[in-house]
């Protein structure tokens, strides 16, 4: 998320300086650096990490238990990270598009405040996590779904105000506080 939030400033500037091939030859051959560089450095294997803990090689127990409603579980996170899934694709893909065509903001303008929900998303997740964590603490253990069912709701309330908000301030305001709050 937080490198999304800076690829706008700097990948249309790398287009502006050169031309948009050029620019994906230059991004293209930084993933692959860092690439190479993953593959010769993460050199360590879950099971090799949990032979050298325990010293003994860790076997996978076939009889692990599953709750009944296992299926329906798995159901629902599905279509939970689905419309989470979706809701960041159109802000992600659209907004740079929205800032620049519909509202008519300047190019670099339109660049950087692109990103700002983007930040706001990776700077609160750690404290979703934390709020989630206090509720468990202070009541039932169900409780655990109250902060992101709110969360999605509160979301989806802020894009409708960002969506009928008249002033460019409070769009990329209400915009980035739906993404921060989901």
Same mark, same amino acid.
């Given at each position: ?22 620019? @994906?030859?230059?991004?293209? $051959? ?34 692990? *238990?599953?709750?009944?409603? @296992? ?10 990270? $689905? ?15 929205? @800032?620049?065509?519909?509202?008519? !903001? ?10 700002? *929900?983007?930040?706001? !998303?990776?700077?609160? !997740? *750690? ?24 969360? !999605?709701?509160?979301? %989806? ?15 990329? %305001? ?9």
């Amino acid at each position: 998320i937080l490198a999304y939030a800076v690829v706008h400033p700097i990948f249309g500037s790398l287009i502006d300086r050169f031309n948009w091939p050029t620019a @994906f030859v230059i991004t293209g $051959s930084v993933t692959a650096l860092l690439a190479i560089a993953w593959w010769i450095f993460a050199t360590d294997h879950p099971a090799a990490v949990a032979e050298s803990q325990t010293g003994a090689p860790e076997v996978e127990s076939s009889s692990t *238990p599953r709750p009944e409603n @296992f299926r329906r579980n798995l159901i629902l996170i599905t279509l939970s990270y $689905s419309a989470v899934g979706y809701f960041q694709y159109f802000l992600f893909y659209w907004l740079h598009y929205y @800032f620049e065509s519909v509202l008519h !903001m300047d190019k670099t303008e339109s660049r950087f405040l692109t990103g700002l *929900p983007s930040l706001a !998303m990776a700077a609160s !997740m *750690p404290l979703g996590g934390w709020i989630t964590d206090r509720v468990v603490r202070c009541g039932d253990f169900s409780a655990r779904s109250l902060v992101p069912k709110v969360g !999605m709701i509160v979301s %989806a309330i802020l894009l409708v105000c960002g969506i009928f908000a008249k002033d460019k301030f409070w769009i990329v %305001a209400c915009f980035t506080a739906s993404l921060a709050v989901l």
